[in-house]
């Protein structure tokens, strides 16, 4: 390990160390609630093993239909991890004034061997095999699911990218909404099980559950910030915060993002949270997950808190430090 390697490590786990303490009088600690997307589960468990002295409790669903729950209730969560960074755009209380973008993703077209077609399906037929007669797919509630949203401006992208006038309302025509679910993860029972033959998911989720998948072109999958200008070009309309009302999604590179409500009953837990997140340990149990952490992270907007903050800084630094 260089030295520079070194002093972020130490950094980082002095800063745990600090906030482990306040927290370890009580054998079990004090409750921190946990909201994150459905598709950060796994990582989000195993890094919590890694803070078992603090009593961590999480729950799992699509990112709007978390954040409404949070602007609605106001539960006192403490983290909030989201699948979309657009969602902190704008922020309204409870939501702060900043986020930290920490990993981005992949939209794939996952299926088992038993779907229809399985040995057919490729990255230049995939729309032609999911209009076929007889062939079930499905895709999350776009009002409650970045995934639901972001499957539905993939298809536009990919109606401009094939040339295909029309293709995104075949699309949808064909795949209906009689599988639809409140978020992705919930349309794997489905698929393990024969309901349907292929599900829209985040390759990170695909590989965890030893699903195929079919990769598609950048230009389609949402997956490269180069591309930010191209997939703009798509939108649209979702339920809005409020009943009745209409908001207008653009699409736009998949990036996973954190922040800390004013809910939070438990700020230096929250912190400690997150800064295992960034660490080592937490960016090895992102990649063991197949999700792609970002390096280095970033913060947007102002007013973090100064440990996340500098650790944050320091990440930067090495990260350039790797570079020259």
Do not use: C
Request: net charge positive; aromatic share 8%.
């Amino acid at each position: 390990m260089n030295r520079s390697r070194r002093r972020l490590a130490g950094a980082l786990t002095a800063a745990l160390v600090v906030l482990a303490a306040t927290l370890s009088a009580n054998a079990s600690g004090p409750r921190l609630l946990v909201y994150r997307a459905a598709t950060l589960s796994s990582s989000f468990d195993q890094l919590a093993g890694k803070l078992s002295a603090w009593n961590i409790e999480q729950e799992s669903g699509g990112s709007t239909m978390l954040l409404r729950k949070l602007q609605g209730l106001r539960p006192p969560v403490d983290v909030l991890a989201v699948a979309d960074a657009s969602l902190f755009a704008n922020p309204k209380p409870p939501l702060p004034p900043w986020w930290i973008g920490f990993a981005n993703g992949e939209l794939v077209l996952a299926y088992t061997p038993q779907s229809r077609f399985a040995q057919q399906i490729n990255a230049s037929n995939w729309a032609d095999i999911l209009l076929r007669p007889g062939v079930r797919s499905a895709y999350a509630n776009p009002n409650m699911d970045p995934e639901g949203y972001n499957t539905l401006l993939a298809w536009q992208l990919a109606e401009r990218y094939y040339h295909r006038p029309g293709l995104a309302q075949e699309l949808r025509q064909a795949s209906g909404k009689r599988y639809m679910r409140a978020h992705s993860v919930a349309l794997l029972a489905l698929l393990e099980s024969g309901q349907i033959d292929y599900a829209w998911q985040y390759l990170a989720v695909a590989k965890q559950h030893g699903l195929r998948y079919v990769r598609l072109p950048k230009q389609i999958n949402l997956s490269d910030p180069r591309l930010a200008s191209w997939y703009r070009q798509a939108s649209i309309q979702v339920a809005g915060a409020r009943p009745g009302t209409r908001t207008t999604i653009h699409a736009s590179p998949i990036l996973y993002a954190i922040t800390i409500p004013q809910t939070s009953t438990n700020h230096a837990g929250a912190v400690g949270f997150i800064l295992k997140l960034l660490s080592p340990a937490g960016a090895a149990i992102l990649r063991a997950n197949s999700q792609q952490p970002l390096a280095p992270p970033f913060i947007q907007g102002s007013g973090a808190p100064a440990r996340l903050v500098q650790a944050v800084q320091a990440l930067r630094k090495r990260s350039k430090q790797a570079i020259r």
